[in-house]
Nanobody
Framework: QVQLVESGGGLVQPGGSLRLSCLGS????????MTWHRQATGKERELVAS????????HYADSVKGRFTISRDNAKNMVYLQMSSLKPEDSAVYYC????????????WGQGTQVTVSS
């Protein structure tokens, strides 16, 4: 069955770095755009970053530009989110999502990984 499994979350001090990973299985990974979203307590889920199937187009939310980097390895069915200069307001559950590039209604979510930025 389709699975997206995130990992790499945890507790980090302000100014620190974390690398999130998301492993996809059960679908043709290279045909899907991949996105990272986050949801803080009491807030709506928001898009953080996106990357097209061949990494040709990448977008970031304004709040993370210059600090976060999304990348993917289609050979390993992996997508990554390198986060640096972390701020307390980056604390949230981070989710990866796979979106079929030709049929965007066909999408899958991971279960999420908690990121907490605190001293």
């Amino acid at each position: 069955q389709v699975q997206l499994v995130e990992s790499g979350g945890g507790l980090v001090q302000p100014g620190g770095s974390l690398r999130l990973s998301c492993l996809g299985s059960g679908f043709t990974f290279k045909n899907y755009a991949m996105t990272w979203h986050r949801q803080a307590t009491g807030k709506e889920r928001e898009l953080v970053a996106s990357i097209t199937p061949t990494s040709g187009t990448i977008h970031y939310a304004d709040s993370v530009k210059g600090r976060f980097t999304i990348s993917r390895d289609n050979a390993k069915n992996m997508v990554y989110l390198q986060m640096s200069s972390l701020k307390p307001e980056d604390s949230a559950v981070y989710y990866c999502k796979a979106v079929n590039f030709l049929s965007p209604r066909n999408s899958y979510w991971g279960q999420g990984t908690q990121v907490t930025v605190s001293s």
